[in-house]
C-alpha cells in the first residue's frame, strides 16, 4: 500500500493517517514532523527549516525530495506507507515519479481530503500535538483525558507556531498556489479519489476504509 494524502492544512491528513497506519499495518511519513524532528535536534536543516514553516512558507524542493528518497528507497525501505505532506509542489510530484522509475516502484493511491476554509481554521487554532510522540489533538472535538498531557505517551502537549492566525493565512495561500495543482495531476493519471472530511474523524475513516 502506498498512499499519497493530499489536503490543504488542517484538513486531517495526519489523523487519517493515523487511523489508516493502525488498520493496514503501514507507516505514516509525514514530511512536517521531520522537518519538526529536524528543528528540536537542533541540526543546521532544522535551523533552516524553523524560519520558513514559522512563515507559513515552503521548504526547498531538493531538500524534501532528498529527505524522502533517504526514508522510502535508502534507509528504511518500508512496503506500506502513506504519504502526509508530501508532495506538496508539482517539482516534488514529478521527483517523486523519478524515483518510483528509478527503484522499480508505483503509487497506488492519492486520497484528496476537502472541507470547507472555515472549518479547517477552526481545526488548525485548537490543535495541540504532542511534543515526545507527535500525537494529535483538538481541545473540543477531540480533547485529551487529562488536559495538557499525551493520552499515548504522557508527554507535554503544545501548540504549533504555524497554528498562529497569520501564518494559517499564508499557509492556505501557499496551498491554494502550489499544492492545489497537484489534484488536476493525479487525476490525470487515474489516481485521486476525494474524500468529503467535514464530519468527524471516525466517519471520514469509514469512508476512506469504503475507498481502500
Ligand atoms: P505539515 O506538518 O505537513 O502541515 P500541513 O500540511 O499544513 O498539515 P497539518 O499538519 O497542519 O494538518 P493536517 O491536515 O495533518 O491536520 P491534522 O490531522 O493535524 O507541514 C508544516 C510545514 O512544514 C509546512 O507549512 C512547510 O513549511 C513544511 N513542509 C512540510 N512538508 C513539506 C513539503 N513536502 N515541501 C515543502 N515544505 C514542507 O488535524 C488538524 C486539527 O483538526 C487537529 O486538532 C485534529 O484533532 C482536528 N481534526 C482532524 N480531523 C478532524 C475531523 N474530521 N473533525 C474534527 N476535527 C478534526
Known amino acids: 500500500m502506498k498512499i499519497i494524502l493530499l489536503g490543504p492544512p488542517g484538513v486531517g491528513k495526519g489523523t487519517q493517517a493515523q487511523k489508516i497506519c493502525r488498520d493496514y499495518n ?8 521531520m522537518l519538526r524532528n529536524e528543528i528540536k535536534g537542533g541540526t543546521e536543516l532544522g535551523k ?4 520558513i514553516i514559522k512563515a507559513g ?6 531538500i524534501i525530495l532528498g529527505m524522502i528518497e533517504n ?16 508532495p506538496r509542489t508539482i517539482p516534488q510530484a514529478l ?6 522509475a528509478k527503484y522499480g516502484e508505483k503509487l497506488d493511491l492519492v ?17 495541540r500535538s504532542c511534543k515526545v510522540c507527535n500525537q494529535v489533538y483538538h481541545l473540543v472535538n477531540m480533547p485529551p483525558k487529562v488536559p495538557g498531557l499525551c493520552d499515548k505517551c504522557g508527554g507535554e502537549l503544545f501548540q504549533r507556531e504555524d497554528d498562529k492566525p497569520e501564518t494559517i493565512k499564508n499557509r492556505l495561500k ?5 499544492t492545489e495543482p497537484l489534484a488536476s495531476y493525479y487525476r490525470e493519471k487515474g489516481l485521486l479519489r476525494t474524500v ?15 475507498i481502500l
Open 95 to 100: 521527483g517523486l515519479d523519478e524515483m518510483y
Open 26 to 33: 503501514a507507516v505514516q511519513i509525514s514530511t512536517g514532523d
Open 174 to 178: 501557499v496551498y491554494t498556489e502550489q
Open 71 to 86: 526514508k522510502l528507497f535508502v534507509k528504511d525501505k518500508p512496503v506500506n506507507y502513506i504519504l502526509d505532506g508530501f
Open 48 to 51: 533552516k527549516a524553523d524560519e
Open 111 to 127: 486520497l484528496l481530503l476537502e472541507a470547507p476554509e472555515n472549518l479547517i481554521i477552526d481545526r488548525l487554532a485548537a490543535r
Open 196 to 210: 468529503d472530511s467535514t464530519d468527524s474523524p471516525e466517519d471520514v475513516h469509514a469512508r476512506i476504509k469504503k
Open 57 to 62: 512558507k515552503l521548504v526547498s524542493d531538493d
